[in-house]
């Protein structure tokens, strides 16, 4: 069965799951991490990808893993972010 790029996880994607998973606002982790909630915005949207640094961030503010977000899991295996 094929699988509808709409329906891949993506980087936005995780955050904004995480982030709700937390019950946190985009304005709350936009003040958590030190971005704007539009910034955050486009990163759910897949409109912009967080620098590295940010990305950690994200992830620690979020009590999940930088791998978690990318859907990989320490040994480089795609991973889905309910699994995780």
Partial sequence: MAVALDDLPTLGRNIREAR?????SQRQLARLIGASHTTVGRY???VLE?????LQAIAETLQ??????LDRDP?????????C
Avoid: F
Avoid at 20 to 24: N, S
Avoid at 75 to 83: R, S, T
């Fill in 20 to 24: 709700k998973a937390i019950k946190m």
């Fill in 50 to 54: 967080p620098k590295i640094s940010r």
């Fill in 44 to 46: 759910e949207a897949d």
């Fill in 75 to 83: 040994d480089g295996k795609e991973v889905p972010y309910a699994q």
């Fill in 64 to 69: 999940t893993t930088i791998e978690r977000l």
